[in-house]
Nanobody, 122 residues
Framework: QVQLVESGGGSVQAGGSLRLSCAAS????????MAWFRQAPGKEREGVAL????????FYADSVKGRFTISRDNAENTLYLQMNSLKPEDTGMYYC???????????????WGQGTQVTVSS
């Protein structure tokens, strides 16, 4: 089993920045693919960014490319999402996810955190 706990969400004005963290514990290791998803009220969960186990490969949704950066510290079992130039449409609950299989930005990952809320005001 893998346990994931997100933190770092909050309320910011448009143009601001936030850094999300996801602490992993349990049977996870550096080979897991990890990703960030978000879900706004009334909308489907959408993939934001993915990072491979070794941390060398990353992939981003077009909507966040150039503004968000995903990274991981395998020694600390922590996943990060640096979010810059935030927009109101970035508002939502942000979840981290993990799996041994690369599901890219499709929400089929086996392990999920409880989420952290990000609210961006105009």
């Amino acid at each position: 089993q893998v346990q994931l706990v997100e933190s770092g969400g909050g309320s910011v004005q448009a143009g601001g920045s936030l850094r999300l963290s996801c602490a992993a514990s349990g049977s996870t290791d550096s080979t897991y693919y990890m990703a960030w998803f978000r879900q706004a009220p009334g909308k489907e969960r959408e993939g934001v960014a993915l990072i491979a186990g070794a941390g060398r490969a990353t992939f981003y949704a077009d909507s966040v490319k150039g503004r968000f950066t995903i990274s991981r510290d395998n020694a600390e079992n922590t996943l990060y999402l640096q979010m810059n130039s935030l927009k109101p449409e970035d508002t939502g609950m942000y979840y981290c996810a993990a799996d041994r299989i690369n599901y890219m930005l499709i929400p089929r990952y086996n392990y999920w955190g409880q989420g952290t809320q990000v609210t961006v005001s105009s």
